[in-house]
């Protein structure tokens, strides 16, 4: 399994991104629960977002409710992260994730990881 995120960049505060994840696999996307991750400069890696298999589950981090949406498309084998009234505070490098076997992912349990985007979102 290979994850590869796009769509990282430099935003004035108040502005918007959209991050893609793209699976590569033989094995099915549908298969795996999704999550959107991110580590900012020294600090601990966090959860931002999960999403199910069908995407009828969501979870978010309390300081990304009501800004963030996750969603998944499975025919394009790709999760998304639209990311609305950026702060400074959410700048950092962002992870996607993938766990099997149903169950939502975390940074001790993903089992794949992708390479990461850098947001960065100036005052």
């Known amino acids: 399994v290979q994850l590869v995120e796009s769509g990282g960049g430099l935003v004035q505060a108040g502005g918007s991104l959209r991050l893609s994840c793209e699976f590569f696999?033989?094995?099915?996307?549908?298969?795996?629960?999704m999550g959107w991750f991110r580590r900012a400069q020294g600090q601990q890696r966090e959860s931002v977002a999960t999403?199910?298999?069908?995407?009828?589950?969501?979870e978010y981090a309390d300081s990304v409710k009501g800004r963030f949406t996750i969603s998944r498309d499975n025919a394009k084998n790709t999760v998304y992260l639209q990311m609305n009234s950026l702060k400074p505070e959410d700048t950092a490098v962002y992870y996607c994730?993938?766990?099997?076997?149903?169950?939502?992912?975390?940074?001790?349990?993903?089992?794949?990881w992708g390479q990461g985007t850098q947001v960065t979102v100036s005052s």
């Open positions: 696999s033989e094995r099915r996307f549908v298969s795996y629960t």
């Open positions: 994730a993938a766990k099997s076997l149903g169950i939502m992912p975390t940074s001790e349990n993903a089992d794949y």
């Open positions: 999403i199910s298999w069908l995407g009828t589950n969501t």
